[in-house]
C-alpha cells in the first residue's frame, strides 16, 4: 500500500526528463538491434532477399520498444506496477505530492490522444497533467463499464519519480468539481504564456484567470 512521505521538491527544467535512466534503455535498445542484426547475418542473412532484411530490422526496432521498457524488466523480476512504486517510495526515490484544485480546466490535446488537465492550485500556481489516459473521463458507450466523470477532484494525490520527474498513480479524493471543457484551445496563447504542456509541470506566479483567457482566445 502507498504511504506518504515528506520530501522536498524543486521543479526540474525540461532537459532533466531525459535521464541517465532514459538513456541507458536507449543505448540497451541500440545494442539489442545491433545484437540481432549481427545475428540475421551469422546465419545467413546476406544471402537472402534483402526485403527480408528490412523486415527483420523493422521487426527490431518494434520490439526494442517493449524489451527496452522499464515495465518489460519489472515483469520478468515478477514485481508488480504497485510493488514498484512502493519500492520507489520505501527508498526515497519518489515522493507523494498532494494538492487541492481550486479551478480547473480540460481539453483534447490532439498530439497525444488524451485530455489535458490544467489545474488551480493555489499561490498562483498551475499544474499540468498531460499525455497519459488517467482513465478519468466518463464512459457511456459500454454499459459494462459505464461510469461518470472521476477527475478533476477538490483534492488529488500524485506519485512523483525525483529521479526524471514522471508522474504515476494520481489519486482523486472528494467530489469531482465543476470544469471549464474547452472545445478548441489556443495552444499558441499558452506557449505565449509559458505554459509548455509536460506532465507533472508547476508553472508559478500565473493565475488561473489568465490561463483560462489564454486558451480560449
Known amino acids: 500500500m502507498l504511504t506518504p512521505r515528506d520530501a522536498a521538491y524543486d521543479a526540474a527544467p525540461l532537459g532533466k526528463a531525459l535521464g541517465l535512466q532514459n538513456k541507458m534503455r536507449l543505448l540497451f535498445a541500440l545494442v539489442y538491434i545491433s545484437f540481432g542484426m549481427w545475428c540475421y547475418f551469422q546465419f545467413g542473412g546476406d544471402t537472402l532477399h534483402p526485403n527480408i532484411g528490412m523486415v527483420v530490422l523493422a521487426a527490431l526496432f518494434l520490439s526494442s520498444v517493449v524489451v527496452c521498457n522499464e515495465g518489460f524488466f519489472r515483469m520478468l523480476r515478477g514485481v508488480s506496477y504497485e510493488e514498484h512504486l512502493d ?9 507523494i505530492e498532494k ?3 481550486r479551478n480547473s480546466l480540460v481539453f ?28 478519468f473521463e466518463p464512459i457511456d458507450d459500454e454499459p459494462e463499464l459505464n461510469q461518470e466523470r472521476q477527475f478533476p477532484t477538490e483534492k488529488f494525490s500524485l506519485v512523483r519519480v525525483l ?6 498513480h494520481v489519486r482523486p479524493e472528494g467530489r ?25 509541470k508547476i508553472y508559478k506566479n500565473v493565475t488561473f484567470s489568465e490561463v483560462l483567457d489564454a486558451v480560449k482566445q
Open 87 to 95: 519500492e520507489l517510495l520505501k527508498n526515497n526515490k519518489a515522493i
Open 176 to 200: 469531482v468539481l465543476k470544469t471549464e471543457f474547452i472545445e478548441t484551445p489556443n495552444i499558441k496563447n499558452l506557449y505565449n504564456l509559458g505554459i509548455v504542456l509536460e506532465d507533472g
Open 99 to 101: 494538492y487541492t484544485v
Open 108 to 135: 483534447d490535446d490532439l498530439g497525444t490522444g488524451c485530455n489535458a488537465y490544467l489545474l488551480d492550485v493555489g499561490n498562483k500556481e498551475i499544474i499540468c497533467l498531460h499525455g497519459q489516459d488517467y482513465g
Open 163 to 168: 529521479k526524471n520527474q514522471e508522474i504515476h
